[in-house]
T-cell receptor, first 114, second 117 residues
Framework: RKEVEQDPGPFNVPEGATVAFNCTYS??????FFWYRQDCRKEPKLLMS???SGNEDGRFTAQLNRASQYISLLIRDSKLSDSATYLC???????????????FGKGTLLTVNP | EPEVTQTPSHQVTQMGQEVILRCVPI?????FYWYRQILGQKVEFLVS????????KSEIFDDQFSVERPDGSNFTLKIRSTKLEDSAMYFC???????????????FGSGTRLTVV
């Protein structure tokens, strides 16, 4: 099983659509979870951290299910500017064997069309 | 907003040559990292650096690679004898804390595109 696995995509949606990204991780002891966004040939940028209780930031909602080792991201009312690659990212933490590194999924490309 | 600065933005080098990629992390950050991304592939961890020493490195980070913090601001990645497969985007990052950077995550620099010919 890959360390972090995401929907391969790509996703093409019209403006205003709701789109969901799924991710699974293999290290059950992992401590910290994130969604990053990466525009073409640019650096990854933090979109949001993901908590067990779930968290919401405007149109974006992230969920974590530790029992299933599953992370999700929901984008509502998608905008043209949401077009990017969405990266699921896990940090094992001290209990997971590494306090330092981030493990990235390959990413899912989203294109929002007018 | 504080930034991580990387130079150069693009470097072309001949196979077998040494390259040094430079980074200026955010000034009050304590943890520094190098990641790379081969075109079309995922972002991969290379090395982390804390308290003036390597805290963790990946299998990719072999004897050809080294990191240094020569002064209070710069953080460099040296590749001693470049190979074609070293062609990639190299990202420097810094964080205030470990464990993924906590709620603030990582701040990545805009990257250096290394092309080995």
């Amino acid at each position: 099983r890959k360390e972090v696995e995401q929907d391969p995509g790509p996703f093409n949606v019209p403006e205003g659509a709701t789109v969901a990204f799924n991710c699974t991780y293999s290290n059950s002891a992992s401590q910290s979870f994130f969604w990053y966004r990466q525009d073409c040939r640019k650096e990854p940028k933090l979109l949001m951290s993901v908590y067990s209780s779930g968290n919401e930031d405007g149109r974006f909602t992230a969920q974590l299910n530790r029992a299933s080792q599953y992370i999700s991201l929901l984008i509502r009312d998608s905008k043209l500017s949401d077009s990017a690659t969405y990266l699921c990212v896990v940090n094992p933490g001290l209990r997971g064997g590494s306090n330092y590194k981030l493990t990235f999924g390959k990413g899912t490309l989203l294109t929002v069309n007018p | 907003e504080p930034e991580v600065t990387q130079t150069p933005s693009h470097q072309v080098t001949q196979m077998g040559q040494e390259v040094i990629l430079r980074c200026v992390p955010i000034s009050n950050h304590l943890y520094f990292y190098w990641y790379r991304q081969i075109l079309g592939q995922k972002v991969e961890f290379l090395v982390s650096f804390y308290n003036n020493e390597i805290s963790e490195k990946s299998e990719i980070f072999d004897d050809q690679f080294s990191v240094e913090r020569p002064d209070g601001s710069n953080f460099t990645l040296k590749i001693r004898s470049t190979k074609l497969e070293d062609s990639a985007m190299y990202f420097c990052a810094s964080t205030r804390t470990g464990e993924g950077g906590g709620n603030y995550g990582y701040t990545f620099g805009s990257g250096t595109r290394l092309t080995v010919v």
